[in-house]
């Protein structure tokens, strides 16, 4: 998997750098059609999480009232949440932490939101536990970001190696396909799929190299259903195919292009015994050498 060394790197890389807001300004975030959702899903949620909330670009999207937590291992981002005076009334609580252990109490938000950060953790399923200990029973979680389901949907990191290199384009899709059909299978096999990310070797930044997890809502939904939670919504908002064969295959979920997508999962009320399920955490390519 992705070396101690790696994930250090990871962390100095977030914590002092500010080239990825600027990316992010780039994209456009701000103007996700999944933030403009927050006020229906969070309907009659109080205390909520923003999990790796960066410069708390949710905060200007939430309902009046919201008690908000944010958490971040990202110095640069949790400074710039704390200059939007406007935003400090909501934000009393913003901490920097790494996600995998928050500084938050067990059961006690009513949701947990993240938008366009699973796509950079690693250790997914650790992440996820966290989020269902500190919601409460019936709290919500609510998850967004691109979504690289389909074989042929390819993060920056990977498209870099693959680069018109058609030998890599077809192994690394006949790789992928091979092993989403084996999970898909049983709902007993959940897989989660890492890159290890380009930008700890580049010497310029590029957009998204940092990216090291191929986010697959529908495989987030399957982890989080063994914990016996209730899959509210599955959106996805990948362009449309615009060929016969492509529509086919995208009706069995194997041709994608770069989409976002959003998860939205309920917690049960009642304590109820996680099913028992095989979870394979897979490094999908490594550097070149
Ligand atoms: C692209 S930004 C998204 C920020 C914000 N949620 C938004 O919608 O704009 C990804 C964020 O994830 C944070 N991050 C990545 N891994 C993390 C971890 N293990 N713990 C805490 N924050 C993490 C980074 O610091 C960064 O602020």
Redesign the pocket.
């Known amino acids: 998997m992705i070396t101690t060394t790696s994930r250090r790197s990871?962390?100095a890389f977030?914590?002092g750098s500010s080239r990825?807001?600027h990316?992010?300004d780039s994209l456009g975030?701000?103007h996700?059609p999944h933030?403009i959702e927050l006020p229906r899903l969070l309907q009659g949620c109080k205390r909520v999480l923003?999990?790796?909330?960066?410069?708390?670009?949710?905060l200007a999207f939430l309902p009046e009232g919201i008690d908000y937590t944010g958490?971040?291992?990202?110095a640069?981002?949790?400074e710039t949440l704390m200059s939007k005076t406007d935003h400090l009334s909501m934000a009393k609580r913003v901490f920097a932490?790494?996600?995998?252990q928050l500084p938050v109490e067990t059961g006690s938000q009513d949701a947990v939101?993240?938008?366009?950060?699973f796509?950079?953790?690693?250790?997914v399923p650790t992440?996820l536990n966290e989020c269902d200990r500190v919601l409460r029973p019936g709290g919500l979680l609510v998850i967004f970001?691109p979504d690289y389901t389909a074989p042929n949907a390819f993060s920056p990191p990977q498209a870099a190696i693959i680069k018109g290199n058609r030998v890599r384009l077809l192994t690394y899709t006949l790789g992928r396909l091979a092993r989403r059909l084996r999970h898909a299978r049983g709902r007993d096999r959940v897989l989660f799929e890492y890159v290890e990310p380009l930008v700890l070797s580049e010497a310029t930044f590029q957009p998204d190299h940092d990216l090291?997890h191929l986010t697959n809502h529908g495989m987030i939904g399957k982890y989080m259903k063994s914990l016996v939670y209730q899959q509210v919504e599955l959106v996805t908002t990948a362009p449309s195919p615009d060929s016969l064969l492509k529509k086919a295959f995208a009706t069995l979920g194997l041709w994608g292009k770069f989409g976002d997508a959003r998860v939205v999962l309920k917690k049960p009320i009642e304590p109820v015994k996680p099913r028992k399920i095989q979870v394979t955490e897979r490094l999908v390519h490594r550097q070149p050498d």
């Open positions: 990871l962390f977030w914590a990825y807001r990316c992010g975030l701000e996700s933030r923003d999990l790796a909330c960066g410069d708390g670009a949710n958490c971040d291992y990202s640069y981002a949790l932490g790494d996600v995998r939101i993240s938008s366009y950060s796509e950079h953790f690693l250790e992440i970001g090291t």
